[in-house]
């Protein structure tokens, strides 16, 4: 069985920073990606920074620049660094990752950590 345990959310004042932290634990052999969405109320997920394997990542439009993604793969353990936060980026974050469990590989999903940015 793995696990997905977010942590980091909290409530900050717009220009300020949180970093959130997305910690596997289980019976995994690699893992192939993780990623952040997020889903702010009336709104659907959406994708918010990934980072595969190889290093490649990608981030949304709305936070280049202002949000980082990274991995610590000894760890297990996956970050997200959002700094310059604004009132929109207010929402519940979930970390998502690609998991190669033996010889195949499974989707798995946190069980989110609100963000709220206040004005």
């Known amino acids: 069985q793995v696990q997905l345990v977010e942590s980091g959310g909290g409530l900050v004042q717009a220009g300020g920073s949180l970093r959130l932290s997305c910690a596997a634990s289980?019976?995994?052999?690699?893992?192939?990606?993780m990623d952040w969405y997020r889903q702010a109320p009336g709104k659907q997920r959406e994708l918010v920074a990934a980072?595969?394997?190889?290093?490649?990542?990608n981030y949304a439009d709305s936070v280049k620049g202002r949000f980082t993604i990274s991995r610590d793969n000894a760890k297990n353990t996956g970050y997200l660094q959002m700094n310059s936060l604004k009132p929109e980026d207010t929402a519940v974050y979930y970390c998502?990752?690609?998991?190669?469990?033996?010889?195949?590989?499974?989707?798995?999903w946190g069980q989110g950590t609100q963000v709220t940015v206040s004005s």
């Open positions: 998502h990752a690609l998991i190669r469990v033996d010889v195949r590989g499974y989707s798995y």
């Open positions: 289980g019976s995994i052999s690699s893992i192939n990606a």
């Open positions: 980072l595969t394997s190889g290093g490649s990542t």
